[in-house]
Nanobody, 125 residues
Framework: QVQLVESGGGLVQAGGSLALSCAAS????????MGWFRQAPGKEREFVAA????????YYGDSVKGRFTISRDNAKNTVSLQMNSLKPEDTGIYYC??????????????????WGQGTQVAVSS
């Protein structure tokens, strides 16, 4: 069993930055694909980024590519999401997830086994 706890959300102005962190316990992030998803009110959960196991290759949603960066700290057993040039449409609850999806499913929330409780990100215009 893997437990995931997100932190780092908050309110920021458009153009600003936030860094989210996801702390894992019960297993190591090194043996799972780690992903970030977000959900805005009234919308479906959306893929944001993933760091794949094995290999560590990273993948991003089209709307965040070039602005967000996912990274792992194996020593601390954490996964981070650095978010720059934030836009109001980035507002939502951000969830950390882990699993072992095949490559074709890496952007699908159904392919992840474990989820955190989420952290709120609000970007004002």
């Amino acid at each position: 069993q893997v437990q995931l706890v997100e932190s780092g959300g908050g309110l920021v102005q458009a153009g600003g930055s936030l860094a989210l962190s996801c702390a894992a316990s019960g297993s190591t992030v090194t043996t799972y694909t780690m992903g970030w998803f977000r959900q805005a009110p009234g919308k479906e959960r959306e893929f944001v980024a993933a760091s794949r196991y094995p290999g560590g290759h990273t993948y991003y949603g089209d709307s965040v590519k070039g602005r967000f960066t996912i990274s792992r700290d194996n020593a601390k057993n954490t996964v981070s999401l650095q978010m720059n040039s934030l836009k109001p449409e980035d507002t939502g609850i951000y969830y950390c997830a882990s699993g072992r999806p095949i490559l074709s499913e890496i952007r699908s929330s159904r392919a992840y086994y474990y989820w955190g409780q989420g952290t709120q990100v609000a970007v004002s215009s």
